[in-house]
């Protein structure tokens, strides 16, 4: 496999300011009853020559170049724009962005949130920022203040590939979040290995006793799913839900996906 291009500076920003960037949405199911309640988005780069980029191949460099302010607001834009799309159709979905530490280093943020959510009269409660743990660890001063006043505005609040960073429960502790994302290396193969089995088990129990929802990721099967209903997780996501997909296709995944589930439990 050749090597991934990572692309400069000028080519991130001109795909900003030009309208490449797309969102897809991978949706997150209740365990317990299949049923959709939300999706997260995932930025795609429509590239004139390189069809679809990946967002492991610009993030980093809109971090490294001062861009990640504008890539969140082209994303969020269009994130909440769609929310409200599928309201009008009777999809309530709550709607996961991710959010970069250089994005929670302003003090403007949350209230530029606020401004975006009301422009697009999305109610706080639906969208749900996403901040991944190895982030969060690098330094918690400022972005503690800025998800607690996120928080205090109603946004809900979700700690993403959780596991994978070095958080002690101190800082769970005093960040207000309202969900924890079990990373998806504790989640599949889980039932049949004992060391993830031990990982997944502590990271819901945390999960419970700090009155957070638990979504695991990574559901790549059958018998991935069928262990996260033994043990009673809250949400997944993951391929053998769905892969992230354009919004246009979330209606048609929407009528597969009610067959698949009640064949589910026709066989259970």
Known sequence: RKPKKIYSMDEVRHAIHNNE???????????????????????????PQDCMVFPDQ???????????????RVVLTEALAQTKIWEQAGLMLRVAVNVSMDNLVSLDFPDYVAKLAAEAGVQPQQV???VTESQLMRDLRAPLEILTRLRLKRFRLSIDDFGTGNSSLAQLRDIPFDELKIDQTFVHGAYANKTLRAMYDASLQLARQLNMDVVAEGVEDRADWDF??????????????ARPMP???LHDWIDDWHERVSGFSAKD
């Not at 960037?21 to 795609?44: I, W």
């Not at 996260?228 to 839900?241: E, K, M, N, V, W």
């Open 21 to 47: 960037l797309v969102n897809y949405y991978q949706p997150k199911v209740v365990v317990a009853t299949g049923e959709m309640v939300g999706v997260e988005t995932l930025v795609r780069w429509r590239h």
């Open 58 to 72: 610009f993030i980093g460099v809109a971090e490294a170049h001062g861009l990640i302010d504008d890539l969140t």
């Open 128 to 130: 749900v920022l996403e």
């Open 228 to 241: 996260l209903h033994r043990t009673g997780c809250d949400l997944a996501q993951g391929y053998f839900i």
């Open 247 to 249: 919004a246009a296709d």
